[in-house]
């Protein structure tokens, strides 16, 4: 007899079927969200609900680009601006990924530098600013390393995370096999850490960008951020718009490429909300 003869509250058990969507499917409802907010905008400036002392208008923002971009203001900006986040991001990287993989594999490393460097973890990279101008002064050093800083320590934790997560019988294994500790690194440790390196690569570079905003508030004479001081230095709304969404649109683009990693060298991994 059936259990569900035997059990007549039970119902049949109806396995959950993955539904296949096509790439146009999702990237039209990814978009959704940005061209709602778009037109909200557009309408709120429309009917006067935004006035241009306010926020200016999609159109007045768009005139503004191609005001920027055409005196050559923008692309000497965006230049200036990614130099600055990417050498303070390739330090930052360098930095956590070295120190989590010596606190993660060593237990010396990890008894020396792991309580110093979670106490400097909790230290907000902010108020490092006045500190770094009396160090280094307000030139380009103390941006770099402003940004270096905050990038360094989300790259540690889960640097240190990941390593401390690898199958110990497969280290033992290796190693009984003769692979030295810098192969067993690389061979090993690294390739099962690689979900928690780029959890750590996407919250580097997201923290790359705000904290480029903060180093570009130390005297900056160029860079999206000067952009922004001489705008709000002549009310223009619309630059300070313009600037505002190159930002966020940096730190999507630092998503982006992260999730191109994560789909070229993890692509057994199911993509998140695919079963729902």
């Not at 709602?36 to 208008?57: C, I, Y």
Request: hydrophobic share 50%; charged share 15%.
């Amino acid at each position: 007899m059936s259990a569900a003869a035997l059990h007549p509250g039970l119902v049949r058990p109806r396995p959950q079927r993955r539904r296949a969507r096509s790439r146009t499917y999702s990237l039209t409802v990814r978009a959704l969200g940005p061209i709602a907010l778009l037109a909200l905008w557009w309408a709120a400036s429309a009917t006067g609900l935004l006035t241009p002392d306010v926020l200016a208008s999609p159109v007045e923002v768009l005139h503004a680009v191609g005001e920027l971009w055409g005196d050559g203001q923008l692309p000497d900006a965006l230049t200036t601006s990614l130099t600055r986040s990417g050498l303070g991001l390739l330090i930052g990287l360098a930095a956590g990924l070295t120190l989590g993989i010596t606190t993660g594999f060593t237990r010396l490393g990890d008894e020396l530098l792991d309580s110093s460097l979670q106490t400097l973890r909790t230290i907000p990279f902010l108020s490092l600013v006045p500190l770094f101008m009396v160090w280094f002064g307000i030139n380009e050093t103390a941006k770099i390393l402003l940004i270096a800083v905050a990038t360094t320590f989300p790259m540690y934790v889960s640097t240190s995370s990941g390593v401390r997560n690898t199958d110990p019988k497969l280290v033992e294994a290796m190693r009984s096999f003769g692979m030295g500790r810098l192969a067993l690194v690389r061979e090993v440790v690294l390739p099962g850490a690689l979900p928690s390196l780029l959890a750590g690569l996407r919250l580097s570079m997201t923290l790359s960008v705000i904290a480029l905003i903060a180093a570009e508030e130390i005297n900056a004479t160029a860079g999206i951020g000067y952009l922004m001081s001489q705008a709000q230095s002549y009310a223009r709304t619309d630059i300070l718009a313009v600037c505002i969404l190159v930002y966020g649109l940096l730190g999507l683009t630092a998503d982006i490429v992260v999730r191109l990693l994560e789909r070229g060298l993890m692509p057994w991994r199911t993509p998140q909300g695919a079963r729902r």
